[in-house]
């Protein structure tokens, strides 16, 4: 019969060893077969509070262990299996605690932005803002400004700001930089998708800065996983039907300001639809 020893002992081993190690699939199998033994894969009047408190630890560690495993569908089973432990008042837990609910909402945020879901994004952010009234809000949570503050510089086309937060200081935990590469990709793919429609070429230098890449050798790169010709300094796009020839300085004059204003204006649009 398992005990709650037992599964104490799987959550140690789980946040002692990599995440990548073989191991870490079975003891994240073998920690919910115990919860099931313990009645406790949901929260049950009969569940004492260091029970709950260990079981929500549990899934939490599952669902960030999933994030450094870069496995989202495995990242959203965890949140949904969280939400009725979430739900309950921090009374409910062993000396109130409140666990790792900030950090695993704020990853779903951003999981949320990376795949587009705009509705889904502020869907529950309205549930945590009628959730935090009378308690001071949600301003002073970093897990939770984090994503807020990129959907905003998002809808801004403000991409600079974006790139900048997703480096160094500005995430707030090591599982945050997984999700941050991600939206940075889709950021990029999009700039990349609008200068084909846009212009005929680019000046290499242009390209590095516009898509926030880190040397001109990365563009070259990724204008050959584009179907992009580098040649002479210059990225030279495909041909756009009916699409006209600019000069040199209106491309070095509209690189930034033209392709930020359309796909903010694009961002626009997609919320209203």
Same mark, same amino acid.
């Given at each position: ?8 002992? %799987? ?21 919910? +077969? ?32 999933? %994030? ?10 965890? *949140?949904?299996? &969280?939400?009725? *432990? ?12 409140? /666990? ?15 795949? /587009? ?20 809000? &949600? ?51 999009? %700039? ?12 290499? &230098? ?6 926030? &890449? ?36 209106? +491309? ?11 796909? /903010? ?9």
């Amino acid at each position: 019969m398992s005990s709650e020893s037992d599964l104490r002992s %799987i959550l140690h081993q789980l946040t002692s060893q990599s995440p990548t190690s073989p191991e870490t699939a079975s003891l994240l199998s073998k920690a919910k +077969i115990t919860l099931l033994h313990l009645n406790c894969l949901l929260p049950t009047p009969s569940a004492s509070s260091q029970l709950l408190s260990l079981a929500r630890s549990t899934l939490e560690t599952g669902a960030l262990i999933s %994030i450094r495993l870069q496995n989202p569908d495995a990242f959203t089973r965890y *949140f949904q299996q &969280l939400q009725p *432990f979430y739900e309950l008042t921090p009374s409910s837990y062993s000396g109130n605690d409140r /666990g790792q609910r900030s950090k695993v909402t704020g990853l779903y945020l951003l999981l949320l932005l990376t795949k /587009g879901d705009y509705a889904g994004f502020h869907t529950l952010l309205e549930e945590l803002e009628v959730e935090a009234q009378g308690s001071g809000g &949600l301003e002073g949570d970093q897990f939770l400004q984090y994503p807020v503050m990129l959907e905003q510089w998002l809808m801004e086309g403000a991409y600079d700001r974006v790139w900048s937060a997703t480096k160094g200081e500005g995430v707030p935990s090591e599982e945050f930089s997984v999700f941050s590469e991600v939206l940075v990709g889709t950021i990029r793919s999009e %700039i990349a998708s609008c200068s084909e429609k846009a212009y005929p070429s680019l000046p290499i &230098l242009n390209a590095k800065n516009l898509l926030f &890449l880190e040397s001109e050798g990365a563009v070259v790169t990724f204008a050959q996983e584009r179907g992009w010709v580098a040649k002479d300094g210059r990225i030279y796009f495909p041909l756009q039907q009916g699409q006209d020839v600019r000069t040199e300085k209106e +491309i070095l004059v509209a690189s930034g300001q033209v392709i930020e204003n359309t796909i /903010g204006y694009a961002r626009e649009l997609e919320t209203i639809v």
